[in-house]
């Protein structure tokens, strides 16, 4: 056991049901306690439209993935603290599933990776404009005031496929954001994920992550109450805490961001 790790919760966890990822929920658990963990929360990307069969079904969360985490609270419960969870996007008509799935969970993490526009699914992933920024502020509004939600992921992931210049427009779409989180009382997620994918230069000339996004933490700084978490996002085992973890961490401190370990769930 590391006793000297700088972090010892994470709440941002996938497993091999999103078909992108490594590992049971116990793999995570069992990897969390040999690294010294308190506390680990397993949040894959719960099954949410028909089309998307990309993810587990709702029979495999009900007869794989809670079982699974079950059995490893029964197992583990004296050594770590385990909580249940998934990632997912918010959609206004799946309001009662969301109410559903957390008599079942101890929470939801909102991870908003497709817009819908004129109808339309948009992937986060693969092209944003400065009009997808300002919906994916909205939709993320809407999620966040729903209530359903204590953690959103990646709030910045729209600046991952966005070729344009930080600038005013943007920054009154995060703060709509950050605003709201506020609101309704949502950790805002430093992810590390995104900050394995590599360091790039902002517009002016500073070292920064696609997201993490320099810029949108700055302005995250103006808001003294905000909560923040920092997550590893992991889909792989050798993720869930590792260099890059800790550069995360040195970030959120030269910020003076208000990290917030252990959350109430």
């Known amino acids: ?20 990822a490594e590992g049971y929920p116990h793999d995570y658990i069992e990897r969390a306690i040999k690294l010294g963990f308190r506390g680990i929360g397993i949040s894959d990307h719960g099954p949410l439209r028909p089309e998307w069969t990309h993810r587990m079904s709702y029979d495999d969360f009900i007869n794989i993935y809670l079982k699974d985490i079950d059995e490893s609270i029964n197992k583990y419960s004296d050594c770590i603290e385990i909580y249940k969870g998934l990632e997912i996007e918010y959609y206004e008509e799946y309001t009662f599933y969301y109410h ?25 992933f693969q092209k944003m404009t ?36 930080w600038d005013k427009d943007l920054e009154l779409a995060s703060r709509k954001i950050i605003e709201a989180a506020i609101k309704n009382d949502v950790y805002l997620e430093l992810n590390v994920n995104g900050a394995r994918r590599g360091l790039i230069k902002n517009f002016l000339g500073e070292d920064t992550w696609k997201y993490p996004y320099l810029d949108f933490w700055k302005l995250v700084t103006k808001y003294k109450e905000t909560k923040v978490v920092i997550n590893a996002d992991c889909h792989k085992l050798d993720y869930l805490y590792d260099d890059v973890t800790e550069e995360v961490i040195d970030f959120a401190k030269k910020l003076n961001l208000n990290v917030i370990e252990r959350l109430e769930l």
Do not use: R, W
């Open 130 to 165: 400065k009009e997808y920024i300002y919906e994916y502020a909205n939709e993320v509004v809407e999620g966040l005031n729903s209530k359903c939600f204590k953690i959103l992921a990646h709030p910045d992931l729209f600046m991952y496929k966005y070729d344009g210049k």
């Open 1 to 20: 056991m590391d006793k000297n790790i700088k972090l010892k919760y994470n709440y941002h966890t996938h497993c091999y049901l999103c078909n992108h």
């Open 100 to 124: 559903t799935l957390l008599t079942k969970l101890d929470y939801l993490i909102l991870g908003q990776h497709a817009l819908k526009i004129n109808g339309k699914i948009v992937d986060v």
